[in-house]
């Protein structure tokens, strides 16, 4: 599905992801995508020329974000309306958004040259949960956490914040980030652990305490989730205090780095991951996968090895939570479902 669909197809997709998952005036923005075909403008013949794979690339999300920045910073008040309901006609939300791409023409063209950096505090509810169910007698109960497609690091964070996961609490009491799901299920193990480190990797990282890099951040948030912008806000305060450890360097070698590295005795070392893979080509993903089972074949009861997942199932929509761990558990558990932004899981798990 990745590597054969048309361009219409990829626009149409993601509206229909937008609107499922409670996002109406983004999804009407990205099908206004769909009506600048014909349009002189060259981002809108950059969009419809577009070379490569249309759904892994999340081009429509990149010039929807373009969008949104230009109503962040004031630039174009009108889109409040879409935004926010009112205006909800497609052909008035077409006409808008096709002068926008023509007035802004050279100020969105570069928005499409890069995935987009879709960081989100939500999704580390689910992370967490997952440490708490390999904490449960699975493996050592302490961590050392290594996130690719960490972005800004807001997940890097996630020892940081505060939780209720199903009356399950976890992390210090008065953390300016508190992360309440609505819990669907069974609760997650109430297990003790530990976070030993925490570091990360993304091929383009965002410095939270920049505020035009922060702003740009935010403008890939869908602006109907105004709990994700106070989240991004909660995010930006704590790295001023202390910033995430980020590298600039790519996923597959940085990974192969850092797993090449003497494993800590009575550490866990976890790779994780939410909301990124899709962006990763083919030949990065089987390095990655490689490495990761290489490393797995070397993991001790002493030093452990566990692979904690958060992405898209792109024929489900359903955005699931997965875990691998060895020794013990090469085969693969899902453990949940979770809405993309953290604002349910379903837990599975047990």
Known sequence: MLDTVSIPEAIAW???HAETNGAPGTARVVRALLALEDSSAATA???HNWHGLSLRDAMPLRIAGG?????LTGDEPRLEDVYAGRMTAQ???????????????????????????TNEA?????????????????????FELLEIGASAGIN???????????????????????????????SPPDAEFGLVDARGSDIAPIDLTDEAQALRLKSYVWPEALGRMARIDAAI????????EIERMGAADWVERELARAPEQGVTRVLMHSIMWQYLPDAEQERITGAMEGAGERATADSPLAWI????????FAHELRVRYRPGGAEEAHLANAHPHGEWVEWLGG
Request: hydrophobic letters at 40%; charged letters at 25%.
């Open 237 to 244: 305060a704590l790295a001023e205090r202390m910033p995430p």
């Open 122 to 142: 939500g999704r580390s509810a689910s992370l967490m949960a997952a440490l708490l169910w390999l904490a449960d007698g699975r493996t050592t109960a302490q």
């Open 45 to 47: 013949r950059r969009i």
């Open 309 to 316: 997942t958060l992405e898209t199932n792109r024929e489900t």
């Open 156 to 186: 890097t964070m996630m020892g940081r914040y505060r939780y209720n996961l199903g009356g399950v609490a976890v992390g210090p009491s008065a953390s300016r980030m508190v992360l309440e799901p609505e819990w669907r299920g069974p």
């Open 91 to 117: 052909a008035d939300v077409d006409a808008l958004v096709r002068e926008l791409v023509e007035t802004y023409d050279a100020r969105l063209m570069p928005w499409l040259d890069g995935p987009p950096q």
């Open 14 to 16: 993601q509206a229909d």
């Open 67 to 71: 969008l949104h920045n230009l109503f």
